[in-house]
């Protein structure tokens, strides 16, 4: 079932000027809910599974801790950021990126043009992701395993998997629903991939200066 979409911005044109973006193909016209104005609105669909696209212009919250939230409310949901320029440097969309956002368009000249490709994508399941963003990942996970992987210790493909959603602050939860699997079974994974890397629990794991960079 497709994805519904709701923008999240506390500035009505805004929020008015970025519908109109996507509004050039029909099918995100017709998915799109009215926008909410707050993080309190955005909670009053519970269970409703959507992209959010989160105004970083506008909203004061920070955008990952608030994607956390709102997916934890409506699991399934996924997460397009439109940043400002002077916030949208390798750095800050990589921390994003750490919280499960999946994807950014940044408000340059090109934006409108951008935004509705971006949010097509997401839909079908994509990211919309800098290379740069995803290299600096992929590098991150190979540097933890490096280091913390046990002697005679390796993941499976399902266990690669799980390691990049616990690396994006996904809940067990959210891992079973992003691999279509059990959550009896996503926690199974977790478990295997911490015991693997010599770690006692996931706050253990979230606690890492490699997560966290």
């Known amino acids: 079932m497709a994805l519904a979409l709701q ?20 099918v995100l016209v017709k ?7 707050s993080e309190a609105e955005a909670l009053e669909r519970p269970n409703c599974p959507r992209l959010f696209l989160l105004d970083g212009c506008s909203l004061k919250l920070p955008l990952g801790p608030l994607s956390g939230r709102l997916r934890a409310n409506s699991p399934g949901s ?19 990126f750490h919280w499960g ?8 000249k090109k934006w409108k043009t951008e935004l509705p490709k971006a949010a097509l994508v997401l839909i079908r399941g994509g990211i919309w992701v800098p290379s740069e963003v995803l290299l600096a990942f992929v590098k991150q996970m190979k540097t933890l395993l490096d280091r913390q992987l046990q002697a005679g210790q390796s993941l499976t493909v399902r266990e690669g998997q799980v390691l990049q959603l616990l ?15 059990g959550e009896r079974t996503a926690k199974f994974h977790v478990s295997n ?8 629990n996931r706050r253990n794991f979230l606690a890492s200066p490699l997560v966290n960079r």
């Not at 009505?12 to 050039?24: K, N």
């Not at 690396?167 to 699997?181: D, G, P, S, V, Y």
């Open 167 to 181: 690396f994006r602050h996904l809940t067990n939860k959210e891992i079973a629903h992003q691999l279509n699997i």
């Open 7 to 26: 923008v999240v911005s506390s500035h009505l044109l805004g929020a008015h000027d970025i519908e109109q973006a996507l509004s050039v193909q029909e």
């Open 78 to 96: 996924k997460f397009l950021a439109l940043l400002p320029p002077e916030r949208s440097g390798e750095s800050e969309t990589m921390l994003l």
């Open 31 to 37: 998915l799109l809910l009215l926008h909410a104005a």
């Open 101 to 108: 956002i999946d994807g950014f368009v940044t408000l340059h």
């Open 193 to 200: 991939v911490l015991s693997k890397l010599g770690l006692e």
